[in-house]
């Protein structure tokens, strides 16, 4: 079935670096535009990034940038987030989510999320 | 950045009542190719979000049709006819019109 599963989550200390995964089955991953969102603890969901089907487009939050990168291997069906220089309000749990096809913004498939903490 | 506000935060209902979840745009949503790119998201508790309603007023596949959205340009509403016990969590709307996409705080929905 159509599926999104992430990893790489764990707690890290302030300045540290993290990559993030987000496995892919069930449907053509080349197709979509992917994003990661993420919900610090007892708190709303923050939109983190996006890239384009092909790799070619990436957009970031203002939060982020300049710190975080988002990639994809359409090879190996697998979305990434290497995420640098963190900080403590970086900790949250970090979902994948896909653009369904032809869709803009239209978050049709969550993962069930990776669990971010930086704490020293 | 659009900023999104939701209204009530929260909201207690009784089975079988209808609720409704408010949200405005900061700016409209209206993109250049004439749709608006508002969805709405339900979290239940503990769960990812899913979602409910795309570009303001489509339901998305599996939903019930107890849900309906609604609203243009800066204002839209979210609808529940008749709330049922596992509709209890927390509903988002989003737009994505522009870059950064941004979320609305949150409508926490509980039972009476």
């Known amino acids: 079935q159509v599926q999104l599963v992430e990893s790489g989550g764990g707690v890290v200390q302030p300045g540290s670096s993290l990559r993030l995964s987000c496995a892919a089955s069930g449907f053509t991953f080349s197709r979509n535009a992917m994003h990661w969102v993420r919900q610090a603890p007892g708190k709303g969901l923050e939109w983190v990034a996006v890239?384009?089907?092909?790799?070619?487009?990436?957009y970031y939050a203002d939060s982020v940038k300049g710190r975080f990168t988002i990639s994809r291997d359409n090879s190996k069906n697998t979305l990434y987030l290497e995420m640098n220089s963190l900080r403590a309000e970086d900790t949250a749990l970090y979902y994948c989510?896909?653009?369904?096809?032809?869709?803009?913004?239209?978050?049709?498939?969550w993962g069930q999320g990776t669990m971010v903490t930086v704490s020293s | 950045d659009i900023v999104m506000t939701q209204t009530p935060l929260s909201s207690p209902v009784t089975l079988g009542q209808p609720a409704s979840i408010s949200c405005r745009s900061s700016q409209s949503l209206v993109h250049s190719d004439g749709n608006a790119y508002l969805s709405w998201l339900q979290q239940r508790p503990g769960q990812p979000p899913r979602l409910l309603i795309y570009k303001s007023s489509n339901r998305f596949s599996g939903v019930p049709d107890r849900f309906s959205g609604s609203g243009a340009g800066t204002d839209f509403t979210l609808k529940i006819s008749r709330v049922e016990a596992e509709d209890v969590g927390v509903y988002y709307c989003m737009q994505a019109t522009q870059f950064p996409h941004t979320f609305g705080q949150g409508t926490k929905l509980e039972i009476k």
């Open positions: 989510a896909r653009d369904a096809p032809g869709g803009v913004g239209t978050f049709d498939i």
């Open positions: 890239i384009s089907y092909d790799g070619s487009n990436k």
